[in-house]
């Protein structure tokens, strides 16, 4: 990307995690090795298509959060790096309720009870392969083990390290009653550095593998959802929803509320990437069901997605009946609490997969417009409009049904990679082309788009109580005895 915002280059490649090597069957780790070849070969990728028009002034890193590896001195894992998608720790879940009280981890840490939880890997680690803790000399989240690998200096920052369960946030800091819990030394965790500082330079060895000038900086980065929440532009008053796979709907706090409410909706909250700012957040589902929905219903179309949509443009508002709830992930989300899975209800011989598919588009935006309302209520704050960036926010007659169904503007930019803008924004502070992260921001052109609610906005009242009521009725039904 270059400082305005532009993408001038980019590769992209498949990720995925592996069972790992004489562990049970349905154990996931990640191949940090195999991670590392790839983005190795992308930097290549990219370095190409670059060629002699534009010089490189810095590298900076984000990932997902919650995975990291414990590294002996040479930077060696001495455990293979446990996948968020791996279920062994949900049992520990259990042992630290037992030690603790999670309305007193919500207070400090900002985070709910999740098994993919770093803390949980800590303690699962300890109880089942203590010799991977004792020759370690640090632990890395997965963002700050690329950074040591491009520069061979060891450091973790606060928006990755606020999705281990394990960190005052107030403070900023870690938490010594978390770590105490976990039975994990603070002096395993390398110095702090924030967003934006000097992770270090690239190396020879490191020049040679990516291709990338040795000597180059590389700056602090963290984790994407931050990093794409800071970059979305949004006003005091607006929430930002970054909507892919999963959605996230957020808004940078100016101060640290840890509210009984919030922890009774199943809010989390993360650090921001700017000092004394806070992202209270709710998770949910979003575009992972209209994907199952495309693999089920669209399985042979070409252009898939433009299908969907055209055929969707044709079923009236309120899809004739069909309620499509889409909490694949019972127990997430605004909805969690009533442990429904994904459910379709109005099913006839006339519903066709349009009204699937518009079903699914009105579900996902009753989703978001409880956990719009449950935010508002838990930090005593309204939202006049919803920023939406991602690749969600591309979907046109999505945004028209998320503004009818919650009263609100929704208003989209011209930038698809907000996590990679948000990145660069933060690089090219970093390396002094701005003096601030408003000035960086300042020289971009967001090439606002608003969409305002439409004239179905009653039609989607009446759905959104039947939406609740559903979800009421329902988890009786669901209840496991």
């Not at 900023?172 to 924030?194: K, N, Q």
């Not at 039609?459 to 496991?480: N, T, V």
Request: glycine fraction near 8%.
């Amino acid at each position: 990307m270059d400082s305005h915002g532009e993408v001038i280059a980019h590769r992209r490649g498949s990720n995925s995690t592996k069972p790992q090597p004489g562990g049970h069957p349905e154990w996931r780790i990640w191949d940090l090795d195999e991670i590392w070849k790839k983005l190795c070969m992308l930097t290549r990728g990219v370095l190409f298509d670059l060629g002699d028009k534009y010089r490189v002034a810095g590298v900076i890193v984000t990932t997902w959060g919650a995975d990291g590896v414990f590294v002996d001195e040479r930077g060696n894992p001495t455990y293979p790096a446990i996948s968020w998608q791996c279920p062994r720790t949900r049992e520990v879940m259990d042992y630290v309720r037992e030690l603790i009280d999670p309305w007193d981890v919500f207070r400090i840490t900002g985070y709910q009870f999740i098994s993919f939880n770093t803390i949980f890997k800590w303690i699962w680690i300890r109880k089942n392969a203590p010799d991977a803790i004792k020759r370690a000399k640090a632990f890395l989240m997965i963002p700050h083990y690329i950074s040591y690998k491009l520069t061979g200096e060891f450091h973790i920052e606060p928006t990755d390290a606020s999705t281990t369960m394990a960190m005052d946030l107030a403070k900023r800091d870690w938490s010594d009653e978390m770590l105490s819990i976990a039975g994990v030394d603070r002096a395993i965790f390398p110095e702090w550095r924030e967003p934006g500082d000097y992770a270090g330079y690239v190396t020879e060895q490191a020049s040679r593998e990516t291709g990338l000038k040795k000597g180059l900086p590389v700056i602090v980065g963290g984790h994407d959802t931050q990093f794409a929440i800071f970059a979305a532009g949004a006003q005091r008053d607006e929430a930002i929803l970054s909507s892919g796979t999963w959605e996230i709907l957020s808004f940078r706090s100016e101060e640290y509320f840890a509210s009984r409410d919030a922890y009774e909706h199943g809010v989390v909250v993360e650090l921001d990437v700017e000092k004394n700012k806070w992202n209270p957040q709710f998770l949910m589902i979003a575009s992972g069901v209209l994907e199952w929905l495309s693999r089920v219903a669209y399985p042979e179309s070409e252009k898939k997605y433009e299908l969907m949509v055209e055929e969707a443009l044709q079923i009236p508002p309120g899809s004739e009946g069909v309620f499509f709830l889409p909490s694949f992930f019972p127990g997430s989300g605004p909805t969690g609490k009533y442990g429904v899975p994904g459910t379709i209800v109005g099913l006839t011989l006339s519903v066709t997969r349009a009204h699937l598919y518009r079903a699914a588009l009105e579900g996902l935006s009753y989703q978001l417009r409880l956990a719009l309302e449950l935010l508002e209520r838990s930090f005593n704050i309204r939202f006049s409009a919803i920023r939406v960036v991602g690749g969600g926010s591309r979907n046109e007659l999505w945004n028209r049904i998320r503004a009818s169904v919650t009263g609100r503007k929704i208003i989209t930019s011209s930038f698809a990679e907000t996590t990679a803008l948000g990145a660069a924004v933060v690089a090219f502070k970093g390396i002094g082309l701005f003096r601030t992260f408003e000035e960086a921001r300042e020289n971009l052109d967001y090439g606002l788009k608003v969409v305002e609610p439409e004239k179905e906005r009653a039609i989607y009242e009446e759905g959104y109580e039947r939406y609740l009521r559903l979800y009421q009725s329902l988890s009786e039904f669901f209840k496991r005895e």
